[in-house]
C-alpha cells in the first residue's frame, strides 16, 4: 500500500485561506468516503481535525474544512491565524482493514 | 478524560526487540479499537497496524507482518506493541492512537509517543 501524496509545504498569510491536497488511487481515497485530516504541532502528537472527507469533531473551528473529489482529497484553511502553523496529515481507509497516511505538509503562516 | 499514556523512551541495539505499552483510561478500554503510528524524524505518519481489545484480533499492515506483534492486558487496560529484529529505519516515535467513536477510520485520542532509538 503505497503513502499517500500531499504537497511537502504551503503558506499563506493570516487572513488569507490555503488549500492542502491529499491524492491517492482508485484502492484508498477514490474508493471510501474514510478521508481523515491530523494536524501537528511540533514535538506533540497529532490532532483529529477532519473525518469522514468533511466532518469535524466537536470543538474544531469551522475555518477548518473538507472536500473530495476522485481520488484527491482536499483541507482548507480559512482566515488563517499564527497557531494554524503546523504539519497536516491525511489518511483514507485502504479497504481489507487497513489505513493509509500521507507524508505531511508544512503549513507556514508568514 | 479519554488518555493514552505511553512508556518512555527506548534506546536499543540492531537485531534486539522493544515493547511499548499503552495504558488508556478514561473509557471503556475493551470498547474501541487500538491502533499503532509511527512517524520517522521529519516524516510521516505510518500506519502500523490494529487490535482489539476485546477479543485480542489483530491486523497489521504488511510491511509489518512477521516482525510485529500487538497484545493487550484487558485487566490493566493496556496495549503493548513489540517489534522485533529492529533496524536504524526503525529509529521512529511510535504512538498508539484509539480509533474514534466518530463514523468511518480515524483516531480521535493519542498517547503522548514513545522515541525508539536504534542505534549500535
Known amino acids: 500500500q503505497s503513502a499517500l501524496t500531499q504537497p511537502p509545504s504551503a503558506s499563506g498569510s493570516p487572513g488569507q485561506s490555503v488549500t492542502i491536497s491529499c491524492t491517492g488511487t482508485?484502492?484508498?481515497?477514490?474508493?471510501?468516503?474514510?478521508v481523515s485530516w491530523y494536524q501537528q504541532h511540533p514535538g506533540k502528537a497529532p490532532k483529529l481535525i477532519i473525518y469522514?472527507?468533511?466532518k469535524r469533531p466537536s470543538g474544531v473551528p469551522d475555518r477548518f474544512s473538507g472536500s473530495k473529489s476522485g481520488n484527491t482529497a482536499s483541507l482548507t484553511v480559512s482566515g488563517l491565524q499564527g497557531d494554524d502553523e503546523a504539519y497536516y496529515h491525511c489518511?483514507?481507509?485502504?479497504?481489507?482493514?487497513?489505513?493509509?497516511f500521507g507524508g505531511g505538509t508544512k503549513l507556514t503562516v508568514l | 478524560q479519554v488518555q493514552l499514556v505511553q512508556s518512555g523512551a527506548e534506546v536499543k541495539k540492531p537485531g534486539a526487540s522493544v515493547r511499548v505499552s499503552c495504558q488508556a483510561s478514561?473509557?471503556?478500554?475493551?470498547?474501541?479499537?487500538i491502533h499503532w503510528v509511527r512517524q520517522a524524524p521529519g516524516q510521516g505518519l505510518e500506519w502500523m497496524g490494529w487490535?482489539?481489545?476485546?477479543?485480542?484480533?489483530?491486523n497489521y499492515a504488511q510491511k509489518f507482518k512477521g516482525s510485529v506483534s500487538m497484545t493487550r492486558d484487558t485487566s490493566i487496560s493496556t496495549a503493548y506493541m513489540e517489534l522485533t529484529s529492529l533496524r536504524s529505519d526503525d529509529t521512529a516515535t511510535y504512538y498508539c492512537?484509539?480509533?474514534?467513536?466518530?463514523?468511518?477510520?480515524?483516531?480521535?485520542?493519542w498517547g503522548q509517543g514513545t522515541l525508539v532509538t536504534v542505534s549500535s
Open positions: 469522514e472527507v468533511t
Open positions: 482508485s484502492s484508498d481515497i477514490g474508493n471510501y468516503n474514510s
Open positions: 487490535i482489539i481489545p476485546y477479543s485480542g484480533a489483530t
Open positions: 489518511s483514507s481507509y485502504a479497504g481489507s482493514q487497513n489505513v493509509v
Open positions: 478514561g473509557y471503556t478500554f475493551s470498547g474501541s479499537f
Open positions: 492512537a484509539r480509533e474514534s467513536v466518530y463514523d468511518g477510520t480515524n483516531f480521535d485520542f
